[in-house]
């Protein structure tokens, strides 16, 4: 790899202050979609969706430990598989009770879930040392149903909102990578976003988790003097 050219420290300003000008206009439209993001509508969830976890069997709402939101992330691990798949293992290896409780203060809960056998979750999520509630999802349709497992034997073979049979071409079935986020309204439960692919690179905080869901970050701004007061909800950028 070869080193960036030397320059002058006048040269290298200008150059940053372009860069500063693509990166600002970058953070602008970021914010831009985080508000289009909370702008989507909802869909109800009408299945009772069954899991099996920690503390036994448990429903779509058990997984909100009482929050008003859910953050799920699909984690890649297939019933017969022996291990997690290695880039969910190493994004959920950075995932610190810290992110956990700032995502939790926000009255947002968060879940793994995957299809292969309790057991073997747990025996994972023991050897990594993870915190976050892990589910089995393997009696239910709910992993076929948010695109995070394609299988040759059913009709449904949507990945990132988009036919993908070749996914399945040389194999029965295959785990997919995604988060999607559910809210609840009283005993009722809406499913409010997912993302897959590529849209999941840029999640790794707790700001980033909660830029998913319908009520994004919730905070109520106080900023420096000078600065125009923030929205309700309003992502924390400060003006130029």
């Known amino acids: 790899m070869s080193l960036p050219e030397v320059v002058s420290r006048e040269q290298w300003t200008e150059a940053r202050l372009r860069l500063l000008a693509a990166e600002k206009e970058m953070t602008r439209r970021h914010d831009e979609l985080n508000a289009e993001r909370r702008r989507l509508p909802m869909v109800k ?28 992330q699909h984690v890649m691990y297939g019933p017969d598989w022996d291990a997690a798949c290695p880039g969910c293992t190493a994004g959920i290896d950075e995932l610190s009770e810290g992110v956990l409780a700032h995502v939790r203060s926000r009255d947002t809960g968060f879940a793994l879930v995957s299809r292969a056998p309790l057991a073997k979750l747990e025996a994972y999520r023991t050897s990594r ?4 509630p892990w589910y089995s999802s393997y009696d239910s349709e709910f992993n076929y149903d948010f695109h995070a497992t394609l299988d040759a034997s059913r009709p449904q073979l949507e990945y990132n909102f988009r036919p993908e049979p070749d996914l399945v071409a040389d194999t029965p079935y295959t785990e997919m990578a ?11 439960i809406f499913h409010t976003y997912s993302t897959y692919s590529r849209g999941t690179e840029y999640i790794g905080n707790a700001y980033t988790l909660l ?12 900023e420096p003097k000078g600065r125009a007061p923030r929205l309700h909800g309003a992502d924390p950028t400060f003006t130029d």
């Open 45 to 72: 969830v009408e299945k009772d969706y069954a899991f099996e976890g920690p503390k036994g069997a448990a429903t779509l709402a058990d997984l909100f430990d009482g929050n008003s939101q859910l953050i799920v």
């Open 129 to 132: 040392g993870w915190t976050a």
């Open 178 to 188: 995604g988060f999607s986020c559910f809210l609840r309204d009283g005993d009722e």
């Open 211 to 222: 830029d998913l869901t319908a009520f994004g970050r919730s905070e109520d701004w106080e």
